[in-house]
């Protein structure tokens, strides 16, 4: 059993709090995503698992063993982090067996899981080349050989994929969700990068300022959110959010002019809610209504409508099909009302 636990974990430095008392568990084998907006919190939480940053308070157990104070090197992590932070003189094979020769591992054995952990990270071609030689890919690729060839129960990932380019970064991502398949170690994997956190998870785990907003599998946190903050954060481009009243058993949108009935148990008359449509669920109706298209971005397979309100509230529509609206187009929207959430305008907690 090597599922990595948090209880309470609190993290100061100095007066200021960073991470306000997390419990979570991952489980043996799974792939744990830490997601985000900037300084929420996720590298210092990762770094508090692989025993870089010291935790104040709370428990940290990586299978049964509490590791709160280990060193490092005892607690059985690898990490792999955004700068590959190789030898320059030394060659990929050497790079990767490093860590076992300064444990005093015999070279023949070293050997074996060097060619091991090539073999699984497709290197073996460029095991006699120096860092300088190899790309951006590569290089990483070479670094996660690094934490392979240590054989640690659990592996740390922290951004690894931020530094490459958009066609490195997809290549690197199947490979990572490859590796994991093929090694099934437990893996923790931060990110700020939607695509990865929904492709590589099992589970995710949705932080805000030092706290826990939401843990759960992908789509399940893209299907039934429980605040505003996740149901904005998890899905691209992200929910649209429209105020709104609860007027006569309906809640009256005055960005719309009118009326939704969403599917859920309405709070009283005059509640002040927030309804949330995904635009991949809004239908754009042609040729009549009064939002205005001021902007549509074609990606070729589909377009983003972006409309204005006589509110100042923004729309975001997803279109598909041969005939979408043009840029000056005035447009009505339709969706299902089953599409749509609510969330109480004050805590922004889902109303279902
Ligand atoms: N040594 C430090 N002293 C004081 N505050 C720190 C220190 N290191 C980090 N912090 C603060 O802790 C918070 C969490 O930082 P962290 O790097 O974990 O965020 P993050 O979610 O990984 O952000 P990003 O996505 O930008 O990397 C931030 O507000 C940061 O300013």
Redesign the pocket.
Known sequence: MTGVTLQRTVKR??E?Q?IHGIDLEVEDGEFCVFV??????????L?MIAGLEETTEGQINIGARDVTKADPSERGVAMVFQTYALYPHMTVEQNMGFGLKMNGVPSAEIKKKVKAASDILKLDDYLKRKPANLSGGQRQRVAIGRAIVRGPEVFLFD?PLSNLDAELRVEMRVEIARLHKEIGATMIY?T?DQVEAMTLADKIVV?RA?HIEQVGAPLELYRDPDNRFVAGFIGSPAMNFLNGKVMDGAVAVPALGRSVMPEVNLPMEGTEVIIGIRPEHIEVQRGQGGLNAELSEALGGVSYLHLGTHTDERIICEERGDERAREGDTVDIAFEPRRVMVFDAQSELRIR
Request: hydrophobic residues 25%.
């Open positions: 430095y100095g200021v960073v985000g907006p900037s300084g929420c919190g996720k590298s210092t939480l770094r951004e931060v700020h932080l030092g």
